[in-house]
């Protein structure tokens, strides 16, 4: 009879693997005298990894049952959406003068209208009172 203490501990760089990565495990048991896991990954990527370890630690994987489906809901925010800036624009406002304000050039100006073309059409036309994405 398999030995659950015995399983997690040979598989132990496996778990750590799914703790640090996100991967919301539902079961780790026994089962049919295997180390059973189961559980949802963030990604195919992330999945494919642990699956990596697995092999990493015994290539036959014979004692062990991996369950991971890919569930995108668990992934983290990604930063850079995070930390992106708006800004209101105010009566005598240009792109030239914001850009000026947020990136130290005033030449970057195309930037924020690349940005913002779900909202402008013409980067010398822009009206007090419109929010504007700043990108980093």
Do not use: C
């Not at 030239?96 to 036309?125: C, H, V, W």
């Amino acid at each position: 009879m398999a030995d659950l203490d015995q399983l997690k501990t040979k598989y132990g760089s496996v778990l750590n693997a799914i703790q640090q990565s996100g991967v919301h495990l539902t079961h780790v048991h026994i089962q049919d005298n295997k180390l059973y896991i189961e559980g949802a990954s963030p990604s195919e990527a992330i999945k494919n990894r642990i699956w990596d370890q697995v092999k990493l630690v015994d290539p036959t994987y014979s004692d062990l049952t991996l369950n991971l489906t890919v569930d995108p809901s668990l992934a983290p925010a990604t930063p850079a959406a995070a930390a992106q800036k708006t800004y209101t624009v105010a009566a005598g406002d240009s792109l030239s003068k914001i850009a000026k304000q947020f990136y130290g050039n005033a030449n970057e100006y195309m930037k924020i209208f690349n940005a913002n073309k779900d909202k402008l059409t013409d980067p010398n036309n822009i009206k007090p009172g419109q929010e504007l994405v700043i990108p980093n």
